[in-house]
């Protein structure tokens, strides 16, 4: 059988995919690899989110060619499900696979493994219905459809995967049926649908036997979770199903949109020690006027009141947002405003994205696009002040006690540090050699750079013995 590997773009959701491809080639009998280099084939899972997401992907096609022109290329993601023609241009590529399509993979992976490229001497094996590859890029091959037709998360049995992270992702929706005028995301992953709850809580139960401590939930628009099913259910009854069905020890909710951070959520993740005070909303701008450029139902006074709620009765917790500056109009008073505003208030940390016209959004045909260079230094201000804003909130934790999952160490890093999460999202390491997979507490003594350092506070299972 075939080596794969995987190299991951994007977002959490897409990371859940790629997790979910693996699971899936590893049942099949593929071999992961370590790197690109040792692979038969490589598989690219994209994001089109920026100008500079695609960049990215690009570049990493050609340098995947030019250190190994034999290796066969799977592009993957919503980058090849927005523009696959640009991708089957490229030098190295064997196969184009759209959103629509991943579930085909696994059977696209065998393929290419056993048709030989031009210039081999062997003729390639047939295989019904699937075409025929070779090393010329001009006849990679495109697998794309309506996106639009799809009405689950993701073909059976792709539900989600364990990758090779100590926190596993589980995307339980895709897809989104809001239309920002910026965001090319709904054209490339479809209308917003769910994984029914039963499968979730099945999901959830499988990774807590498998002996995970955390999971990650994700989705395109997490709060929308449930709205398509029928009977509906809500995101807060979902999350009660698996405090009161499984026994995860640790679930984190990755992105949720401000108007669906309802009191009842906020006072659910704080009665429990089992749901991370962690709290990821998208701000996107300050500025009122451009909010409703941008077609984002809430103004700030909205986004305001819930960052309120949660520090009133979460002080401990993570307050994280994306924020796009150089939106087409923005004036100088619009950034001043979204300045002030987060300065103003308890955020923990910013995710800053330069606007780049995305093609088909709205926001591509508007007037006013504000030059690159003004972008640049309105991104920059940003990102000093959210530098600002997450080492007061690192500060802040010196003395108290948190609950720090330890992670995998990097082979690089110092041996005699295990490095750690905590439960509000921040990095710890710990003055130990720990087996990753651990959760205790730790009493937080200083901070060191962007890290936080701490002591456990109970007994820890050294590496030695974990082993």
Same mark, same amino acid.
């Given at each position: ?34 790197? %690109? ?32 022109? %034999? ?106 049926? %809001? ?141 994280? %947002? ?146």
């Amino acid at each position: 059988m075939p080596t794969f590997y995987i190299e991951q773009f994007g977002c959490r959701a897409t990371q859940a995919d790629g997790a979910a491809i693996e699971r899936q080639l590893r049942e099949q009998g593929c071999q992961l690899v370590s790197g %690109a280099h040792a692979a038969d084939v490589v598989v690219l899972n994209t994001c089109t989110v920026t100008a500079a997401a695609d960049t990215q992907a690009r570049d990493a096609i050609r340098k995947l060619h030019a250190a190994n022109s %034999a290796t066969r290329i799977i592009v993957t993601g919503c980058y090849a499900q927005r523009a696959p023609e640009e991708l089957a241009a490229l030098p190295g590529v064997s196969f184009v696979v759209g959103n629509s399509h991943k579930p085909q993979i696994p059977n696209l992976l065998r393929s290419i493994a056993l048709i030989p490229r031009a210039g081999e001497q062997h003729a390639a094996p047939h295989l019904a219905g699937l075409p025929q590859v070779s090393g010329s890029h001009e006849i990679a091959k495109i697998l794309t459809g309506d996106i639009f037709d799809l009405s689950e998360v993701l073909v059976a049995p792709v539900l989600g995967g364990e990758g090779n992270h100590t926190r596993p992702t589980l995307k339980i929706q895709d897809g989104c049926n %809001a239309r920002c005028s910026f965001c090319v995301i709904p054209f490339v992953r479809g209308k917003s649908r769910s994984l029914p709850p039963e499968k979730v809580v099945a999901e959830v139960q499988r990774f807590a036997d498998s002996g995970y401590r955390e999971i990650v939930l994700s989705g395109i628009n997490l709060g929308a979770y449930g709205r398509d099913l029928s009977p509906r259910v809500a995101f807060l009854d979902l999350l009660h199903r698996i405090l009161d069905e499984t026994p995860v020890e640790r679930v984190r909710v990755s992105s949720i949109e401000p108007l669906d951070v309802s009191l009842s959520l906020i006072d659910l993740i704080a009665s429990t020690g089992r749901l991370a005070p962690h709290f990821h909303m998208p701000l996107q701008s300050a500025s009122d006027r451009i909010l409703t450029a941008m077609h984002r139902w809430y103004r700030a006074e909205h986004y305001a009141r819930r960052v309120e709620l949660i520090h009133e009765r979460l002080p401990p917790a993570a307050i994280g %947002a994306d924020v796009i500056t150089g939106f087409p109009g923005e004036t100088e008073a619009d950034h001043a405003a979204t300045l002030r505003f987060i300065e103003q208030r308890a955020f923990t940390y910013l995710h800053v994205f330069s606007y780049s016209p995305r093609p088909g959004t709205k926001a591509a045909a508007l007037p006013n696009q504000v030059p690159g260079g003004v972008i640049k230094r309105r991104a920059r201000e940003l990102r000093a002040l959210a530098e600002t804003k997450s080492a007061e909130f690192r500060a802040s934790q010196i003395g108290r006690t948190l609950r720090v999952l330890t992670l995998r160490r990097d082979p690089e890093d110092d041996p005699s540090w295990t490095p750690a999460l905590s439960e509000n999202y921040l990095s710890v390491q710990l003055p130990l050699t720990l087996p990753p997979n651990q959760l205790l507490t730790a009493s937080i003594t200083h901070t060191k750079g962007k890290n936080l350092c701490a002591l456990p506070l109970e007994p820890v299972l050294a590496a030695s013995e974990a082993g």
